[in-house]
């Protein structure tokens, strides 16, 4: 029984060592150099940049953009199709479909440069919560299509005086887009695995201004059948609101900033998702050619368009982005009292009903897709 209780008090007193240890790791040395090693820290330790004590924690950024954008739902002509069946004899003589491979043709969606500009600043003394601001632009490069000579080709929603879809001998198209976003976070970098990854939750609002426009020229094959010798209309949309945006972001730590030849390299990513409450005035115009109205011979619902039509509703936005970061630290006594960083990655962003182009007209098939995607690289300093 004496050597049971022996044993009990060696294992209490190894426990409260332990414990003892434990509770100083602050003060844990690297006995050959006498530098801290291990630091503790209350809850999840930060996995951003440790800059010395005299850093604001400021940071600005600027980023080149090199994006594709293109809203769905706007195929005006197919080629090398029949919608109705062959007619051989009679007033309205019909060849057989015509073989070959065709294809839908749309508005023209040009590859367009912007740019992203942001601010941002650490707070060391909220557990190193951060706070950003970032706004994104776009070109207001306009999409033409030069007049195209077509054989056999179809209208998809256009629709003439039997009801039938329109021939067309060309057409002519344009889009633009002017594309202006407002994102705000509130987030902190948590380190995992010792740092070698992190894990940054964030939330906050996002505001977007962002409107299109589209036009479009068709020469009809059968003027007289068609009710007029061309169709000729334009769509404009302007969508503005503000919502709510959460995600995360995420980076695995490949070299440290002390690296004497990768620097601080970090793989990094984001993954976040907005809900925003919009609001969407859409304007469409239209006309078919005077000789039509006069004869009588257009479709009641090709008459003159002048339509004007406001939508409120939650437009939903997904975003994902993957790339890399390098860093270097330097300034100061211990080189860490600025970080100059370089970091580029490949984003898109999806809004699955952003398109209301022909809301309230006849042509309108409901909303549609909106996406873009492309290259981000760029520029930060903190300091």
Not at 109 to 130: N, P, Q, W
Not at 147 to 171: M, P, R
Request: net charge negative.
């Amino acid at each position: 029984m004496e050597l049971n209780l022996r044993k009990l008090w060696s294992v209490l007193g190894v426990a409260c060592l332990s414990m003892d240890l434990a509770a100083d790791a602050k003060t844990t040395t690297n006995i050959s150099g006498l530098v801290p090693v291990t630091r503790a820290c209350d809850g999840t330790c930060y996995a951003g940049d440790q800059l010395d004590s005299e850093s604001a924690g400021i940071e600005f950024k600027a980023q080149y953009l090199l994006w594709s954008a293109r809203q769905e739902g706007q195929e005006i002509v197919c080629s090398q199709y029949r919608p109705i069946s062959p007619q051989t004899s009679g007033p309205l003589t019909n060849p057989a479909p015509a073989l070959g491979l065709g294809e839908t043709l749309a508005p023209k969606f040009k590859i367009r440069s912007g740019f992203r500009v942001g601010a941002g600043v650490t707070l060391a003394d909220f557990s190193s919560v951060d706070l950003r601001l970032g706004y994104t632009w776009l070109s207001r490069t306009v999409g033409h299509n030069n007049q195209v000579k077509l054989a056999n080709a179809w209208t998809v929603a256009e629709q003439d005086v039997l009801g039938q879809h329109t021939e067309i001998s060309a057409f002519q198209s344009s889009w633009g887009l002017k594309y202006d976003v407002l994102d705000f976070e509130i987030g902190r970098d948590c380190s995992l695995a010792k740092g070698v990854f992190s894990l940054r939750p964030f939330w906050g609002l996002k505001g977007i201004w962002i409107s299109q426009n589209a036009k479009l020229d068709l020469e009809l094959a059968n003027p007289v059948i068609a009710g007029g010798s061309g169709i000729s209309g334009a769509t404009s949309q302007k969508t503005a609101g503000v919502g709510i945006r959460s995600g995360f972001g995420y980076g695995w730590r490949v070299a440290d900033n002390g690296d004497e030849y990768a620097g601080g390299l970090t793989l990094l990513g984001h993954t976040a998702i907005s809900g925003v409450y919009a609001s969407t005035t859409t304007t469409s115009t239209g006309v078919t050619n005077a000789l039509g109205m006069a004869l009588g011979l257009h479709n009641p619902r090709e008459r003159l368009e002048n339509q004007h039509y406001v939508q409120h509703n939650i437009q939903p936005a997904f975003e994902s982005k993957i790339g890399f970061d390098w860093s270097i630290l330097f300034g100061g006594e211990e080189d860490k009292a600025y970080r100059l960083g370089f970091d580029a990655a490949w984003e898109t962003q999806y809004w699955p009903s952003l398109g209301n182009l022909g809301a309230g007209t006849i042509r309108y098939n409901g909303p549609q897709p909106f996406h873009t995607q492309g290259l981000v690289t760029g520029l930060s300093f903190t300091f």
